[in-house]
């Protein structure tokens, strides 16, 4: 990846340090090295377990540990993704291979693993201009290279004027989530990863209950969704392996061609399952105009592709790719919003009870309320 989660670099937040001395003292005792120095900063948009790039001696890795203040160990597994990666990168080229795992928190303070780093580009946001200031007047100054510095002028123009390569890179993107949800999970030796019986009740069930644990504000629009969603939960479609959190924020691109991927990022989530759940995730991040121009250029969002191609257009592609019916996909767009909002307010309440000084999450509650909004009116449109 370019940067395994961002397509640069920061320095690391206040109280998200990583004892750079102990790390290198571990690292050395596993992968030699004696005089190797070390050097680590922190990729800045992950929202949930952390990501840092770490410079050993000559080499770059990517390292992943839970976020602070985590208090459940399940949700923020690093030995189990580190094991499903294991597996996964195996025969699942875009996902990235795992290297080291440590679970000896006397060396960062968790348990945490290294990955490969692998190149490539992050589509967030538009084309015009040179440089993006990203977030509120809270991102602290924080910004990003646009999309234009990246691939290039020719490429740029491209994508921003051709609406059927726009279609490819959707395309390419949906055909990818397809690929996955179509390997033989079984033979890939992850047939314990998950219980696919009766997964979209868990999951909507569970979201249900986490949502409330964290509530911190009142959100009736969201809470007429959740009520809705556990009225009448399907069966499951099927069963593969899903990604769970799969958005073109977790997809990195080829420069030189945006229709090839060179990673699907962020596996934490990651388990068998119903796709058409982890389709209705990837639909939850797509936001449309009338979603309000706020949610459309959030600093994450493809606006260049949002703004020309429709959920729906996502979802044919998606049954044109794996041939799933996808007739009640009303049901898992909802759920898919409803999730996003619950990951938000858990992110939030995070904030709220000081685990995390990141400013980027002080208005997550402001979201979470929209979100709600976006659900109601979807099932009262009766349309994604």
Known sequence: MSD?????????????????????EYLRSKMGGADDT?????FPAGSSNLTYLVSFGSNEYVLRRPPFGNTVKTAHDMRREFDVLSKLSAVYPPAPRPIIF?????VIGSEFYLMERRCGLIIRGSLSGSRER?????????????LRERVGASGADAIESSREYQLNVCQSFIRNLSDLHALDYKA???????????????QVEGWTKRYFAAK????????????????????????????????FDNVMLD???????????????????????????????????????ELMRMPFNPYVLMKNVSRQQLADMYAETSGRDVSNILFYYVFGTFKIAVIAQQIYARFVNGFTKDARFA?????????????VRAIDSDRI
């Open 255 to 293: 420069p030189n061609d945006l229709t090839q991927i060179t990673a699907v990022l962020d596996w934490e989530m990651v388990t068998v399952g119903d796709p058409l759940m982890d389709l209705g995730t990837t639909l939850g991040y797509w936001m449309s105009a009338d979603a309000g121009e």
């Open 4 to 24: 395994n989660a961002s397509t640069e670099t920061r320095p690391i937040r206040t109280g998200e340090e990583i004892d750079e001395r102990h790390l290198a």
């Open 188 to 202: 890939a030796g992850l047939g314990d990863l998950g219980h696919p019986e009766g997964y979209p009740r868990r």
């Open 102 to 106: 440590c679970a000896d928190e006397n």
């Open 38 to 42: 070390i050097n680590v900063a922190q």
């Open 363 to 375: 208005h997550f509650d402001s979201f979470v309320g929209k979100l709600g909004e976006i659900a």
């Open 134 to 146: 990203v977030g509120s007047s809270d991102d602290r100054g924080q910004s990003q290279y646009r």
């Open 216 to 247: 911190t504000n009142e959100h009736p629009e969201l809470e007429a969704a959740i009520e809705w969603l556990n009225k009448d939960i399907p069966k499951e479609s099927g069963a593969s392996i899903v990604h769970n959190d799969y958005k």
